[in-house]
């Protein structure tokens, strides 16, 4: 369903187990990021009218995700601490391609968008099946479900802007490249991605 080349280490979901305080802290982080990103799309572009309104949605979905984050680590006994570097969105986000019309450059921001929820809901998923707590194995279930919708909205909204078969090249190499950004990332216990 979401087209990764390559799925995530299996030896990943064991290792956050054991790290899931900082597990969940860096989920934190992301849901806050993905809110910001959907933010500045909105900024960047509000011309969209149909990408503005969608993307409002997204943004109040992923706020609340943030939200439901930080009652799971307070439901542990754990805090928010510093923000961490997200070394597998700086690497994706340099994808990019600068210059040229900007329905492309947009396109390549939502593709990137896409690819980033993509590669949470297949690790939402693998904590949805493996983490022994039950309470997270349901938390992680519904985010699952959340993730895949955004996937698919970037990529419905890559198509409104560019021709689909532009939209489907691009992916591909797009998903070439996180495959390749994914083999050569340490594999880590204390990060989402």
């Known amino acids: 369903m979401l087209g990764l080349k390559l799925p995530t280490d299996p030896r990943w979901v064991n290792i956050a187990q054991k790290n899931i305080e ?3 802290i860096d989920h934190a982080y992301c849901e806050q990021k993905a809110a910001s990103n959907a933010i500045s799309l909105i900024v960047q572009f509000p011309e969209r009218t149909k990408m503005v309104d969608v ?4 943004v109040a979905e992923e706020w609340s995700h943030f939200e439901r984050v930080l009652e ?3 439901k542990r006994g754990f805090r928010l601490s510093h923000k961490r570097a997200d070394e597998y969105a700086v690497k994706l986000n340099k994808l990019e391609r600068k210059g040229g019309h900007i329905n492309r ?5 939502l593709l990137i968008s ?3 929820e993509a590669r949470s809901c297949e690790r939402f998923k693998l904590l949805s099946e493996h983490i022994a707590d039950d309470s997270l194995k349901k ?3 519904e985010l699952m479900v959340s993730e895949a919708g955004h996937y698919t909205t970037f990529l419905e909204l890559a198509k409104e802007y560019m ?3 532009e939209v489907k090249q691009r992916w591909q190499e797009l998903l070439e490249a996180e495959a390749d950004i994914i083999q050569h990332l340490e594999v880590r216990g204390d990060r989402m991605h």
């Open 22 to 24: 900082e597990i969940l």
């Open 55 to 58: 993307l409002t949605e997204i």
């Open 72 to 74: 799971e680590l307070r």
């Open 105 to 109: 450059q947009l396109m390549d921001k």
């Open 114 to 116: 896409a690819l980033i």
């Open 139 to 141: 938390f992680y279930y």
């Open 163 to 165: 021709p689909e078969e």
